[in-house]
């Protein structure tokens, strides 16, 4: 089976170990860090960091040339969701957001 499958059945299993009083409950606890906000020279930065051109940047983000190019000229700013995915983009860990630290008892 996938590992989907068997994280699923696992927690399951523990859920109904614990309603029938012969488990403990585990505890998952997020904290979300605030979002960073970019300026228009860490923008850029990135952008050329990752090898993107302003067009390839604008498709990743989902937004237009035009609000790549106002980003990194200052005449408008990223809203918080596309400074997560910066935060992202940025990240240099895999299959880890660097905006979340995850803590289980």
């Known amino acids: 089976m996938s590992a989907l499958f068997d994280e699923l059945k696992e927690g399951?299993?523990?859920?109904?170990?614990?309603?029938?009083?012969?488990?403990?409950?585990?505890?998952?606890?997020y904290h979300i860090y605030p979002v960073r906000e970019y300026s228009n020279s860490q923008i850029r930065e990135l952008r050329m960091k990752k090898g993107?051109?302003?067009?390839?940047?604008?498709?990743?983000?989902?937004?237009?040339?035009?609000?790549?190019?106002?980003?990194?000229g200052g005449r408008t700013h990223p809203t918080g969701s596309a400074c997560r995915?910066?935060?992202?983009?940025?990240?240099?860990t895999e299959?880890?957001?660097?905006?979340?630290?995850?803590?289980?008892?």
């Open 52 to 72: 993107m051109s302003q067009t390839v940047f604008a498709s990743f983000m989902g937004v237009s040339k035009k609000t790549v190019e106002a980003w990194e």
């Open 12 to 29: 399951l299993q523990e859920a109904i170990d614990y309603e029938k009083g012969s488990g403990t409950a585990k505890v998952t606890t």
């Open 95 to 105: 299959n880890k957001l660097p905006f979340v630290k995850v803590t289980s008892a």
């Open 85 to 92: 995915l910066m935060d992202v983009l940025d990240s240099d």
